[in-house]
């Protein structure tokens, strides 16, 4: 367990507000992700940090943004939200010195 | 860009039988690392199995193992004695450096029947 907490764990929104999931972690790791899944897709990224302040696109990086202002938090923002995010986020992190991903359990986010 | 292909979007297969799962992938890079993710109902991402481009040899996790073939950028995943536990779904994944993004197949759904 590397120690990763996503908030909240549901959350149901409106469509054109702003909506900020957090990904937390303990173990000042570099490496964050985060996905989303939707059902015939698998997971595809949206973003991704490698330090703080040091953050990349994804495949599906647009309607969202990211901020890292400390090594354990990842931000995760829907500038203004739409029906078309809706699905559920997983956030990752990649421990230093090692290949594989640890995923948080996840957060269900519904636009209506 | 690297893309991660898994051609079998769902399969069942009796408790005890042997199950393979297909992946393949596209990438012009040397090394690089592939992985098994397992996601059963609980919706919780569970690392199964992993093979470093390098080294030859399979992995393999005791009823997990791996059928690497890197000259035809495949990368299936073999369950032995399957197990109605081993019911999920099943993502293979792609990473080209330890600096680099994680990408993710479609996934495969896996039934396993009593």
Redesign the interface.
């Known amino acids: 367990d590397a120690g990763i907490t996503q908030s909240p764990r549901h959350k149901v929104t409106e469509t054109g507000t702003p909506v900020t999931l957090r990904c937390h972690q303990t173990e000042n790791h570099r490496y964050m992700?985060w996905?989303r899944q939707d059902p015939?897709?698998?997971?595809?990224?949206i973003h991704?940090s490698?330090g703080v302040k040091d953050t990349?696109k994804?495949e599906v990086s647009d309607g969202y943004s990211v901020s890292r202002s400390k090594t354990e938090d990842f931000l995760l923002t829907l500038e203004s939200a739409t029906s078309s995010q809706t699905s559920?986020y997983?956030c990752?992190i990649?421990v230093t010195?090692r290949?594989?991903?640890?995923?948080g359990?996840?957060t269900r986010l519904t636009v209506v | 860009a690297q893309t991660v292909t898994q051609s079998q979007p769902e399969m069942s297969v009796q408790e005890a039988e042997t199950v393979t799962l297909s992946c393949t992938y596209d990438t012009s890079e040397n090394n690089y690392y592939l992985f098994w993710y397992k996601q059963p109902p609980s919706r919780q991402m569970i690392l199964v199995i992993r093979q470093e481009a390098y080294k030859q040899q399979n992995a393999t996790e005791n009823r997990f193992s791996v059928n690497f073939q890197k000259a035809a950028k495949s990368f299936s995943l073999k369950i032995s004695d399957s197990q109605l536990g081993d019911t999920a779904m099943y993502f293979c994944a792609f990473m080209r450096n330890r600096d680099d993004k994680i990408i993710f197949g479609k996934g495969t759904r896996l039934h396993i029947l009593p």
Do not use: K, P, S
């Open positions: 992700y996905y015939g897709h698998g997971l595809r990224l991704y490698y990349d994804g559920v997983f990752a990649r010195r290949t594989e991903a640890f995923f359990q996840g």
